[in-house]
């Protein structure tokens, strides 16, 4: 074996192409997190100790779902890396999910679940990217 089997073997590919299913319709709006578990029908208040939560650790996430997708977005997700925030959107269509990321600030955080709380929207969608996996 060489130097090039033993980095091809060390070193995964990575792809965007990756479906998901997508979320069963429950009627309800949903917001989950890693420790504390599922609440249907929040309040923004709820939202926004989950998303605090999820701000002072580093273990920690949050996933907002919608009822239904509004705009072709479903869920909203996000976890802290490095100082920042990767958020990221379940983006649906009639027969899968994709993922799609950007990385943003606490300010901004803050304002797009805010909006898609109150409205099931994102705005300036172009800014996400597809998320990389691993194959």
């Known amino acids: 074996m060489g130097l090039f089997d033993?980095?091809?073997?060390?070193?995964?590919?990575?792809?965007?192409?990756?479906?998901?299913e997508?979320?069963?319709y429950t009627g309800k709006m949903n917001l989950e997190n890693n420790f504390d578990g599922p609440i249907d029908s929040p309040t923004w208040q709820q939202v926004q100790l989950y998303i605090n939560k999820m701000i002072q650790n580093n273990e920690e996430f949050i996933t907002l779902t919608?009822?239904?997708?509004?705009?072709?977005?479903?869920?909203?997700?996000?976890?802290?890396?490095?100082?920042?925030?990767?958020?990221?959107?379940?983006?649906e269509t009639d027969t899968k999910t994709n993922l799609v990321e950007k990385v943003c600030d606490k300010k901004e955080l803050l304002?797009?679940?805010?909006?898609?709380?109150?409205?099931?929207?994102?705005?300036?969608?172009?800014?996400?990217?597809p998320v990389l996996f691993f194959v």
């Open 22 to 24: 997508n979320v069963k």
């Open 111 to 129: 304002e797009r679940f805010a909006q898609f709380y109150e409205y099931g929207f994102v705005h300036d969608m172009d800014q996400f990217k």
């Open 6 to 20: 033993i980095f091809k073997n060390n070193f995964k590919e990575k792809t965007t192409d990756v479906d998901f």
């Open 66 to 91: 919608l009822s239904e997708a509004v705009y072709g977005v479903r869920y909203m997700q996000a976890c802290s890396v490095n100082g920042e925030y990767s958020l990221q959107l379940g983006v």
